[in-house]
């Protein structure tokens, strides 16, 4: 009796364990939104594993166990891996390293020092880059190990990736595996300037990697500034390696990106046995925070390829490496108190302001709280102690509140209903989480969106910092955008520290600034979800400051990249007399914008393209004419899209264009079209 209410349990707490795991599966492959940290994920999986191994008549047909990585997705094509891409087990402590090792030397039944290959686990997306005869004809995700996504549109806009190997004697076939990242800056970057937009923000650089590749439309993924580390080998043909470190040198003499030294340490070690290897565990945890992008622990590798070979696989692992994570970098700490800021789109964001903490060696003060619910969903209050962790190690973020260390007369915390700054009512529209204040006077709101009009891809001026904002704003000195156009050295002098030298600087930068571009101007006004990229495809569609201002929500929807939502901010802001009243003020104030080009005259004027499969000739010849000749490439099919082209081989995209009744025609058309 007592037998089986045991059983019992250990069968509930299986099927809840699967359950789980597969629910966090989602979340990480699927929407690329995980809700655990992968220690947190690694505690489940491994109970769930070690439940299995004890009890081996569960039923584990349904099980994560059974199966190494998350589903593709519908929306790209769906191919098959010439040779599997594995997965490795995860450990996260030293020890489990000398495990390896042992498990390594008792397969090959040797006592002597097996030599290993060992550098940083990066935090990204795995890739597979496929070179044919040195040309690269596809990246693919590794999907569920065995099927992968095809996401060579956006692979090919990172810069470090060659679309031809470095050699006039290239192999037949070489797929070279690694991880698609972005560097701790540009992430930082990515999310601010996203923040300006009124964009959500990504939570770290791996999600903001793994959401690019998998964008739909390439011109997103070429804004972002990814990067790639080749790390691992699948099919080859015509081309050979002996070890794990001439396959690195090699492909790194073909042009592939491999991880370079840091600070003149090499980051790829070639170990005389596991204890170098541990040493480089400690070693590379030291730098860690000071590397410009995120690892979350190393990855050794038996460097002989013959050994690799030996050893083989266990399930869908090799024998031969292993990966020794690092525990997070988490830190206990007090919320002193909890600020709320305005940004340039009035959003209130709260953020906590901490007792100064160290975590994994940077010092930690702040961590934003997102909004209401999050705060809410944590029970995060003033005075609470804390534990912060650097989520990855970038962004600082509130973990958990010590409940034990609550002060007994403490209360929730409630963003206000009024601007912290201009104090008026603040709206919470719905459908979103954030409050946001409406006054168009808001103080707040007018020195955030002069400090992202004078920033460097806006207007520039590139001697009007934060700070002089701030003090022109609390003086009066500036009240709007051409404000800053009237400022006069008397002005400025009577502001605190400002010598006759810095004083001209900053009147020097003004006026070199007066010369712009239509699509810096744009982007400078800071419409909502109006970005760098959509600022250029403005400008290049109205050319003029007179007819952008005149735009109507027909003209906008015809510019590929603009969609109703866009549209609508751009007519909402355009509609306010006193926001496009500034605009002339700027012009009058002496801003001069320089004529936009038209680059759409020829035969395809206005006509979009996009092509699918082999042409009779190479593929960016083709999308030379046609650029040439007016017309335009775009990078998705969409119903806006004019004609998609269609070769030998066409991939899903004839489906989907089919389905939305655009024509389809062939290259021998196009070129009747150019006669
Ligand atoms: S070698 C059999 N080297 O970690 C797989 N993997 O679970 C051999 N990763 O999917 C992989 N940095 O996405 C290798 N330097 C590195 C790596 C690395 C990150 C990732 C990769 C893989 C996962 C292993």
């Known amino acids: 009796m007592v037998w089986k209410i045991v059983r019992m349990t250990v069968k509930a707490r299986h099927n809840e364990l699967k359950k789980l795991v597969a629910h966090h599966d989602y979340l990480y492959y699927v929407l690329d939104r995980p809700e655990l940290t992968d220690f947190q994920y690694d505690a489940l999986f491994s109970e769930l594993q070690k439940l299995e191994q004890e009890h081996p008549d569960l039923d584990r047909s349904d099980s994560p166990t059974q199966r190494v990585g998350g589903r593709p997705l519908d929306a790209f094509e769906k191919v098959v891996h010439r040779q599997p891409m594995l997965s490795l087990a995860n450990s996260y402590s030293p020890e489990d390293l000398i495990d390896f090792d042992n498990r390594v030397k008792k397969f090959l039944r040797t006592d002597a020092e097996v030599e290993y290959f060992c550098e940083p686990k990066f935090d990204g997306l795995a890739i597979e880059l496929i070179y044919e005869n040195g040309l690269l004809t596809r990246a693919l995700t590794r999907g569920d190990g065995t099927t992968g996504e095809d996401v060579t549109n956006n692979v090919k806009t990172i810069r470090s990736v060659p679309l031809r190997l470095n050699t006039n004697h290239p192999p037949a076939l070489l797929e070279v595996r690694g991880e ?19 964009l959500p923000t990504f939570a770290n650089p791996r999600n903001a990697a793994a959401g690019t590749i998998r964008q739909l439309d390439s011109k997103i993924a070429a804004e972002r500034p990814l990067r790639f580390f080749a790390y691992g080998l699948g099919a080859y043909e015509g081309i050979q390696f002996s070890s794990q470190d001439e396959f690195e040198s090699k492909i790194e003499a073909l042009g592939l990106p491999t991880v370079q030294p840091h600070k003149n340490i090499s980051l790829r070690r070639i170990c005389a046995g596991i204890e170098e290897v ?15 992008f995120e690892i979350d622990g190393i990855v050794t590798k038996a460097n002989r390829f013959r050994l690799q070979d030996d050893l083989g696989l266990v399930a869908r692992s090799p024998r031969w490496a292993t990966a020794a994570k690092y525990k997070p970098q988490q830190a206990e700490t007090k919320i002193e108190t909890i600020i709320v800021q305005v940004g340039r789109t009035g959003a209130l964001t709260p953020v906590a302001v901490m007792t100064p903490v160290k975590v994994g060696g940077v010092t930690v003060t702040n961590a934003t709280l997102h909004n209401q619910d999050e705060i809410d969903r944590k029970d995060i209050r003033i005075h609470d102690t804390v534990i912060v962790q650097r989520a990855g190690d970038v962004i600082p973020e509130v973990v958990s509140v010590v409940m034990n260390k609550r002060p007994k007369n ?9 601007c912290p700054a201009c104090h008026s009512r603040v709206f919470q529209v719905e459908g979103e989480v954030v409050k946001r204040c409406q006054n168009p006077f808001c103080s707040a709101i007018l020195k955030e969106s002069l400090k992202h009009f004078v920033s460097r891809r806006a207007m520039n001026l590139d001697k009007v910092g934060d700070k002089l904002i701030e003090a022109l704003c609390d003086k009066g000195l500036v009240r709007s955008f051409s404000d800053l156009y009237r400022l006069t050295e008397k002005d400025l002098s009577t502001l605190e520290r400002q010598g006759e030298k810095s004083i001209q600087n900053i009147l020097s930068s003004i006026e070199k600034s007066k010369n712009t571009t239509l699509s810096r101007l744009i982007f400078a006004l800071g419409i909502r979800f109006v970005g760098e990229q959509t600022a250029k495809s403005l400008a290049n569609h109205f050319l003029t400051v007179e007819a952008f201002l005149n735009a109507k929500e027909d003209d906008l929807l015809q510019i590929a990249d603009i969609g109703p939502k866009v549209a609508k901010s751009i007519t909402t802001w355009l509609s306010n007399p ?8 700027l012009i009058k104030a002496g801003v001069v914008v ?8 020829g035969p395809l004027s206005g006509k979009s393209f996009l092509i699918t499969g082999t042409l009779p000739i190479k593929r960016d010849e083709a999308q030379e004419i046609i ?18 082209i269609v070769g030998d081989d066409p991939g899903s995209k004839v489906d989907k264009a089919q389905a939305l009744g655009v024509s ?7 070129l009747k079209m150019l006669q």
Do not use: C
């Not at 004529?595 to 005259?601: E, G, H, I, L, Q």
């Not at 017309?631 to 998609?644: D, F, N, Q």
């Not at 389809?664 to 196009?670: E, G, M, N, Q, T």
């Open 180 to 198: 698609v990242l972005l560097f701790k800056n540009d992430f930082l970057h990515l999310n601010e300037s996203y923040q300006e937009q009124g």
């Open 278 to 292: 541990v040493q480089f565990y400690h070693e590379v945890e030291d730098l860690r925070s000071d590397l410009p």
């Open 410 to 418: 403490s209360s929730p915390f409630v963003i206000p209903d009024h």
């Open 578 to 585: 006193e926001l496009t009243k500034e605009v002339r003020q």
């Open 594 to 601: 320089e004529k936009a080009k038209a680059v759409t005259t």
């Open 627 to 644: 650029l040439s000749q007016g017309g335009k490439m775009v990078s998705s099919v969409s119903s806006k899209l004019s004609y998609l």
């Open 664 to 670: 389809i025609i062939s290259w021998d058309d196009l």
